[in-house]
Nanobody
């Protein structure tokens, strides 16, 4: 059984910051592998924002490079997304996704709304 608890979304003005968190719990023998954040706006496909492996290798979509930072606490199975200098185009529902079982399985969080508006 997998549970993901996301938090940290909200309304922020352009140029502001938010920090998203996603805590994963997985029962059984599986361990968490890579973790990532995705986002989706109405009428568009869900896109990868950032991902991080268990060893800390990271990957970002070009539009957030230099503004967003993904990190993780392996002891807590928690992934974070620090979002700085937010822009209106960052407005979306942000989803956490975790891979486990050697990457064979994955699970999505429920999503958290981020709105950037003045």
């Amino acid at each position: 059984q997998v549970q993901l608890v996301e938090s940290g979304g909200g309304l922020v003005q352009p140029g502001g910051s938010l920090r998203l968190s996603c805590a994963a719990s997985i029962s059984g023998i599986f361990s968490v592998n890579s973790m990532g954040w995705y986002r989706q706006t109405p009428g568009k496909e869900r896109e990868l924002v950032a991902s991080i492996t268990t060893r800390g290798s990271v990957n970002y979509v070009d539009s957030v490079k230099g503004r967003f930072t993904i990190s993780r606490d392996n002891a807590k199975n928690t992934v974070y997304l620090q979002m700085n200098n937010l822009k209106p185009e960052d407005t979306a529902v942000y989803y956490c996704r975790v891979f486990y079982g050697g990457g064979e399985y994955n699970y999505w969080g429920q999503g958290t709304q981020v709105t950037v508006s003045s």
